[in-house]
């Protein structure tokens, strides 16, 4: 089952270094990673998306409790969340597709946001399902000649928060 584990550390050299560590020497598979600042410049917050079953999760979670620069530790997915992820996909668009291409960045509300003669780049946010999705259709119209995702950004609804 796939799992968004998100953590909030401190903004220290390193400290991404020993998480990704932790995954890489228990061989857990770490499907996305990403990281930014928060709104407190000495804290990061670290979004982890792995494929792990409920017993490989607790023993996950149990270590990242144990790295001294790890402040909180939460798995998004276990709620109610909100994930989002950025994606920027290049395609072939000559001719007659290239109206096509248009309609359908629309009907996935993607922007196109760079032309050439023979390639769009389009521009998409969504959940992992919804990307997945236009990659596919895209893929069965023309040639997908550059996919660049940025990996998913989960947070909780409601009350629920990451805070330190």
């Not at 990704?20 to 996305?32: C, D, H, K, M, P």
């Not at 893929?139 to 330190?164: N, Q, W, Y």
């Amino acid at each position: 089952m796939r799992h968004i584990i998100s953590l909030l550390l401190e903004n220290q050299p390193g400290a991404l270094s020993r998480v990704v560590g932790l995954f890489s020497q228990r061989a857990f598979n770490i499907e996305t990673l990403n990281v930014s600042p928060t709104d407190d410049p000495t804290l990061s917050r670290l979004n982890i998306t792995t494929k792990t079953n409920d017993v490989q999760l607790e023993q996950i979670q149990k270590q990242l409790h144990k790295l001294i620069d790890v402040l909180k530790v939460q798995e998004v997915s276990e709620f109610d969340y909100i994930e989002r992820e950025l994606m920027l996909v290049k395609v072939r668009a000559s001719g007659a597709i290239r109206a096509e291409i248009q309609r359908t960045a629309d009907i996935f509300r993607g922007q196109i946001v760079d032309i050439t003669a023979s390639q769009y780049t389009v521009q998409m946010t969504g959940d992992t399902d919804k990307l997945d999705a236009f990659v596919q259709v895209m893929s069965e119209m023309t040639d997908v000649i550059e996919v660049a995702r940025s990996g998913i950004v989960g947070i909780s609804r409601g009350e629920r928060g990451l805070k330190a």
